[in-house]
C-alpha cells in the first residue's frame, strides 16, 4: 500500500505548488495518457492535483470523463483573457483530482493573440495566484500537470513558460532520442528568454515492451544520455491503458490491478520521493 504524503512540509509550513509541462514535440509518445494517470495516481495518493488541457483535441478531457457538453468555460477562456482560471477548473470523478479543460477553439488561439506582447506568458499570469497560495480553499492544488499539444507551438510556449519544470514521456522507439535532443534544445532557449526556473523534471520512458530487444536497447541509450533525470518507473505497453479513454475514465478507475495502473502508481511514488515529499522510508 502507497504510503499517504503529509499535509505539510517539516515545520508545518505549506506544502508548495509544483507545476509540471508534460511535453514532446512527437505524438504517440504516451504524453496525454501520462497526465491523465499520472495526475491520478498523485491524486490517489492524497496530492491535490489540477491539470490544465492544453491540446486543442481535448484528449485529456474527454479521457477524464468531462465530454465537449460539459466544458462550460476552457483553456481558450483563461488564455484570451475572458475568464480566470479559477473560474474554468473543474471536478471529475477523481477525488482531489480537478481540470481546465480544452476545446477545439485553442486552435486559433495562436492567430488571435499574434500581435500580444505577453502572448507568451498568459498561462503564467494565470496560474500566479496559485503559485502565489492566494487560490480559493477549494483550488489549493499541491501539483499542476500541463498538458501540452505535439508541437513546439504558441500553447507549448505558454506551458514552459509557466511551468516549474518539464517531464517528457519517451517512447521506447528507434528515434526517441532524436526527438529528446529537440525539446532539450527549446526548454534551454525558454530558460534563458522568458522563465529562467525552467528545468527537466525528468524523462519517464511509456510503452517499454520487456519482449522487444529496441526497447531494452533504448532505455540504455536514454540512461546514457539523460542519467538520473530518467526515472526507474517505465510505462508498460497495456491493453487496459489503451482501453481507458475510450470509457471516459483513467486506468487506474478502469482497472486498478493492471500493469498500467500500478506503474503510474510507482511513478507517482517516484516523483514525490524525488522531491522529498515524502520521507525515504516511506
Known sequence: ????????????????????????????????????????????????????????QGNASTGLGIDRRQRRLSTYDVLSGEASLADAVQATAVPRLSLVPSTMDLLGL????????DRAQRLRRALDPLDRGEAPEDQRFTYVL???????????????AAAHAVLVPLQCE??????LSQLLRTVEQVKGALNPRLAIQGV??????????????????????????VYETMIPRN????????HGKPVLLYDLKCAGSQAYLRLASEIIQREGRLPAAA
Not at 497526465?35 to 498523485?42: C, D, K, V, Y
Not at 491493453?239 to 475510450?246: D, I, K, L, T
Open 174 to 179: 528507434f528515434f526517441a532520442l532524436e526527438g
Open 1 to 56: 500500500m502507497i504510503a499517504e504524503p503529509p499535509e505539510s512540509q517539516a515545520g508545518g509550513s505549506p506544502r508548495p505548488l509544483r507545476i509540471i509541462a508534460l511535453a514532446n514535440q512527437k505524438g504517440g509518445v504516451g504524453k496525454t495518457t501520462t497526465a491523465i494517470n499520472l495526475g491520478t495516481a498523485l491524486a490517489a495518493i492524497g496530492e491535490h492535483v489540477l491539470i490544465v488541457d492544453l491540446d486543442p
Open 239 to 246: 491493453v487496459r491503458v489503451s482501453e481507458a479513454p475510450s
Open 146 to 160: 500541463i498538458d501540452c499539444p505535439p508541437s513546439l507551438n504558441l500553447l507549448t510556449l505558454n506551458a514552459l
Open 110 to 117: 495562436e492567430m488571435a493573440m499574434a500581435s500580444a506582447p
Open 204 to 229: 519517464v520512458l511509456t510503452m517499454f515492451d520487456p519482449r522487444n530487444n529496441l526497447s531494452a536497447q533504448v532505455v540504455a541509450d536514454v540512461r546514457e544520455f539523460m542519467g538520473d533525470k
